[in-house]
């Protein structure tokens, strides 16, 4: 019998490389490409489009971005850095004005019409366009929706201003890196018949996806909302059953997933408000928020924002932005909870924390042996076959009692057709004939039962963790995140 499987083992092996290598020599493999956001034409009557850069970009590495190093510059970057060491310079409000903001980790550009962002591009983690690789755009630039970093209140008209006003802008530096660690763009709004006062003030930092802003105001409602706006953060909305696409946050520690099928209001102490996908997301971190908003604009399309109630006087709303990649360590580090929005702990439904709780340690191992092997298939190799080995006892136990079950079947059923008709006196026969040969009935479920969560969260961590994406095996295996 096991000469039997042995055989079957490298038949089947044998036919799943030979299958790949023969459709590849005939040319009759499928190409693969990665899936892009998927958008609705129709929406607000206009077409859904996603700017991509030109694949001038290295591939990402699977280090934290506070450890990478910054990339060599190019003369044109050394010599752009070292003009901008001068004071702010400002731009006036006559026309619309693009601003953009580089550092190693990423490229984004923000427009002075409502002091937004247009554009932010991840310049480590890549995507296949009709030109090759681009790097992945994180802002959803289809249809007329909330764009990220701008202001609501309750007074449409200021909205509007708010929104569609051109800002006064001033920027100190454009390109960051360990020389020129930080750097400023602030962004003015006046309008004296309403006597209206706007300043947004972000501040970005070379190592790091996140960045701090100041909105001061005069002459606006009691409540402002800060938006994250449409699908910031989510480039594939995924149909997968594990993980949940859309909106997020944290509120009174309490993490909840959910898109609305409108608009709901979450009142508390606001921790973070986030919009997500698999891999990648972006996140409001607010100081003394009052409320959490999340609303559906559309089918795969979702909106988030920070409410703020009445600041004391003089006081500047304080906030911090995050858009990047659902890294482990990186989101730890914030103490805050960001890391549970990568879902290690699904469980046939919702979520289970049994399985989360056996899944981290397990990532651990996870990334410990790749460390050694320098290959994500050869980890996960040789990360199965420890669990293997490690409830070797257990499949044995299983194995010996089904084996003991099958030997005695033949009592059972005689058992069985004996008592038929006498339910009471048919289980206790059972019993005593379990209990004579020493058989436990449930002995092969029993450690097959408790092997599941572990192998639950092992799924979970290979779906869910973005370590896999892009990372290569061998051969014809390019990237273990996506169907062979």
């Not at 996140?210 to 001061?216: E, F, G, K, W």
Request: proline share 6%.
């Amino acid at each position: 019998m096991e000469k039997r499987v042995i055989v079957f083992l490298l038949i089947s092996l044998a036919v799943i490389v030979g299958y790949d290598y023969l459709l590849k020599e005939f040319g009759l493999s499928p190409q693969s490409s990665q899936q892009q956001v998927e958008t609705d034409p129709s929406e607000k009557g206009e077409e859904s489009t996603r700017q991509q850069a030109p694949p001038s970009f290295p591939e990402r590495t699977l280090q934290s971005p506070s450890t990478q190093p910054a990339p060599p510059q190019s003369d044109k970057l050394a010599g752009k850095a070292k003009g901008e060491e001068k004071a702010h310079r400002a731009v006036s409000a006559q026309d619309e004005q693009t601003i953009e903001i580089e550092t190693p980790l990423y490229r984004a550009r923000l427009s002075n019409r409502g002091a937004v962002i247009k554009a932010w591009e991840l310049k480590r983690y890549t995507t296949s366009g009709p030109t090759g690789s681009q790097p992945i755009q994180l802002v959803y630039e289809g249809g007329t929706f909330k764009a990220p970093l701008s202001l609501t209140v309750s007074d449409q008209g200021k909205t509007d201003a708010l929104q569609q006003g051109l800002y006064r802008v001033s920027q100190d530096r454009t390109y960051l890196d360990a020389s020129n660690p930080t750097g400023q763009v602030i962004f003015q709004y006046e309008d004296p018949v309403n006597h209206v006062m706007v300043r947004k003030q972000l501040t970005f930092h070379h190592d790091s996806y996140l960045v701090d802003i100041r909105v001061a105001s005069e002459g606006l409602p009691a409540s402002i909302d800060v938006n994250l706006g449409t699908n910031f953060g989510i480039v594939e909305w995924g149909e997968g059953f594990i993980g949940l696409m859309g909106a997020a946050f944290l509120v009174d520690d309490k993490v909840v997933k959910d898109t609305p099928d409108t608009e709901i209001e979450r009142k508390g102490d606001v921790k973070w408000v986030a919009l997500q996908d698999k891999y990648f997301l972006s996140v409001l971190i607010p100081s003394g928020a009052s409320a959490a908003i999340a609303k559906k604009e559309g089918d795969k399309l979702a909106s988030s924002a920070v409410r703020f109630g009445p600041p004391p006087p003089e006081a500047d709303l304080s906030l911090q932005l995050f858009a990047g990649p659902k890294e482990y360590d990186t989101l730890k580090s914030f103490n805050i909870g960001l890391e549970d929005t990568i879902d290690f702990g699904w469980f046939i439904f919702g979520s289970w924390n049994f399985v989360k709780v056996v899944a981290k340690p397990i990532f651990y191992v996870l990334r410990y042996l790749y460390e050694f092997t320098h290959n994500y298939g050869l980890a996960i190799i040789l990360l199965t076959i420890a669990i293997k080995l490690m409830f070797s006892p257990l499949q044995y136990k299983s194995y010996k009692s089904m084996k003991q079950m099958q030997v005695i079947q033949p009592k059972v059923a005689a058992v069985q057709a004996k008592f038929k008709d006498d339910r009471d006196r048919l289980n206790k026969e059972l019993i005593k004939l379990y209990r004579d040969h020493k058989v436990n009935p449930v002995g092969g479920c029993l450690p097959m039962v408790l092997q599941m969560p572990v192998f639950v969260a092992l799924f979970n961590i290979l779906f869910m963790t973005i370590d896999l994406r892009g990372a290569p095996f061998v051969m014809w295996i390019k990237d273990l995140s996506v169907q062979d």
